[in-house]
């Protein structure tokens, strides 16, 4: 079954996953103009991966919670896409 997801995670000063449990789906991830800093994400060599505020990636496949992320508290991440 194909389900939308549509999602908004908050930011932290610390390392947390994008989504508390397994959800693989396709789809964009996106750091909002309005966001006050960086956010880093979490590479796969354990290096921080910066995006700045309006920068977005679309990805196929991906599961949620291996996503993690960190930032400015109160800055937003927006995820759209779907279990397809």
Known sequence: ????????AS????YAPLVAS???GSVT????PTNVGTVYFLGD?????AWVPGEWHSF????????RIKGTAGDKI???GGTW
């Open 1 to 8: 079954m194909n389900n939308v997801i549509q999602r908004t």
């Open 11 to 14: 930011v932290t000063g610390s």
């Open 22 to 24: 397994s959800l693989v």
């Open 29 to 32: 991830i996106s750091c909002p």
């Open 45 to 49: 060599d354990g290096s921080d991966v």
């Open 60 to 67: 196929r496949s991906i599961d949620l919670a291996a996503v």
């Open 78 to 80: 927006t995820i759209v």
